[in-house]
Nanobody, 122 residues
């Protein structure tokens, strides 16, 4: 299996930026599509963004479209999520996940990181 570890989270002011990283081990990340998901207190986990195996295709949730960019560096076994113009509504635990398929559904991903906190203050 592939193990995933998120980093780069923390506390930022509204309007600020963060770059989250998802580093993989155990298997090469190049064989997987990778998605980012988030979960706020009292809410279900939701899709944020996904990138295909080669980086040729991306999709974003409407809530982050235009403010976020997902990218990958397969040589480093790492996927990134750049988030700009952050809002308090972006606060939550962010997870990266890997799948053999290109998906936006939470239930379709078999491999998950442990999650990392992102807090956006107003």
């Amino acid at each position: 299996q592939v193990q995933l570890v998120e980093s780069g989270g923390g506390l930022v002011q509204a309007g600020g930026s963060l770059r989250l990283s998802c580093a993989a081990s155990g298997r090469t990340l190049a064989t997987y599509s990778v998605g980012w998901f988030r979960q706020a207190p009292g809410k279900e986990r939701e899709f944020v963004a996904v990138v295909s195996r080669t980086g040729g295709s991306t999709d974003y949730a409407s809530s982050v479209k235009g403010r976020s960019t997902i990218s990958r560096d397969n040589a480093k076994n790492t996927v990134y999520l750049q988030m700009n113009s952050l809002k308090p509504e972006d606060t939550g635990v962010y997870f990266c996940a890997a799948s053999a398929l290109y998906l936006t559904a939470v239930r379709g991903y078999p491999y998950w990181g442990q999650g990392i906190q992102v807090t956006v203050s107003s």
